[in-house]
């Protein structure tokens, strides 16, 4: 099997790369080979390499930044998925491209399935949603939700890194989503690709959390594992007292029961991968 990753310097990137089927042709490509918002050098690529699978994992991904830089976020989220999408259908390949939780408003209070009402509170959902239209019903869509990685800039590592610098930190506590290892990831899309899901996919990792939960378990776990040697005191604080230019939805859980049925079992809880994630960070340094 040939495959073809698209945003391959990506933290999601980098684990699909890490993750590929053992004996699969995995080419990986970045912005500053192909930019997918150009249609014409799409297909190029896209013709010249002949995947059987083309994977979309670059997005913008700048949440607040979308607000005021909407013409690349749709650029990006949006339109190049349809490139992507047809340059991939005239060559055979199988499209696969990541979503959001951000295509919904948070405001059910119970996990969303995958065929809930969207109602993208921000630019940046509007763009995924947009994308997710783009890469058209012959697709397979997963959506996933709060993804960090031992590599790259994500919320876990900054936590490591605010835990060694200050004595207090301030963190919101009513937003609830799931924490989502890069690696789990990667390898359910791998899964439900072979497995042959078409239509909406929703994986993150099991459980629920608030971003304040997800801070004081990088801290427990961290400790633990001796990769800080202090302690800060973490403090919950609701959305109000940390204004941004972008709305989060409060609560964003994705139902996963169809995936689960697919996939034979559910994944991993992500207290566990997060362990995961810190030892990976502890040996890397």
Not at 203 to 210: E, H, I, K, L, P
Request: proline residues 5%.
């Amino acid at each position: 099997m040939k495959a073809l990753i698209t945003g391959a310097d990506g933290q999601l990137g980098q684990a699909l790369q890490r993750t590929a089927p053992e004996g699969a042709e995995v080419v990986a490509t970045t912005s500053s080979v192909l930019d997918i918002g150009d249609a014409k050098a799409v297909r190029s690529f896209v013709s010249a390499t002949g995947p059987q699978i083309l994977i979309n994992a670059a997005a913008y991904t700048a949440v607040d930044q979308a607000e005021t830089d909407s013409e690349l976020a749709f650029r990006i989220n949006g339109d190049a998925v349809g490139f992507l999408a047809r340059a991939g259908e005239a060559v055979g390949a199988r499209f696969v491209h990541v979503s959001t939780d951000f295509v919904f408003d948070g405001e059910a209070g119970r996990p969303y399935a995958p065929d809930a009402p969207t109602a993208p509170i921000g630019v940046y959902g509007c763009s995924k949603l947009r994308g997710e239209h783009e890469a058209g019903e012959g697709a397979l869509i997963v959506r996933t939700a709060w993804v960090y990685g031992s590599q790259g800039n994500n919320f876990v590592r900054t936590i490591l890194r605010l835990i060694a610098d200050r004595d207090e930190l301030r963190v919101v506590a009513d937003q609830i989503g799931t924490p989502t290892w890069a690696s789990s990831l990667a390898d359910g899309i791998w899964k439900l690709a072979a497995a042959g899901a078409n239509g909406v996919y929703h994986y993150t990792d099991s459980g629920a959390a608030s971003w304040y939960d997800l801070a004081v378990a990088v801290q427990e776990e961290a400790l633990e594992l001796g990769l800080v040697d202090r302690t800060a005191k973490i403090l919950p604080i609701p959305s109000s007292a940390y204004p941004t230019p972008a709305r989060r939805p409060h609560y964003s859980v994705l139902d996963k029961e169809a995936t689960t049925a697919m996939l034979g079992l559910p994944a991993p809880h992500w207290r566990a991968n997060l362990r995961l994630m810190l030892r990976e960070v502890r040996d890397q340094s």
